[in-house]
């Protein structure tokens, strides 16, 4: 084997980081969907209605680029 065939088995790759702030904010499920916390839940939360209130404790789905932008960040 040549030298730098040899040294490109040596190398091994970097493991990738993951950003804690996503982390904390997203989930992904064994399917491989992203979820999230909604918003408007906590403020102001005496005039929304209870049915509203219930609704909103249910996580979401992210939708779109931000489904593989969220994955690649969470190393998944």
Known sequence: MSQLKQAK????????KIKKSV????????NGK???RGSHNK?????????QARAKKIPQKVKGKWNKKIKKLLGK
């Open 43 to 51: 403020h102001l939360s005496r005039k929304k209605s209870k049915s």
């Open 34 to 36: 992203v979820l999230h």
């Open 23 to 30: 982390s904390r904010r997203f989930r992904v499920t064994k």
């Open 9 to 16: 088995m040596k190398m091994k790759k970097k493991k990738l």
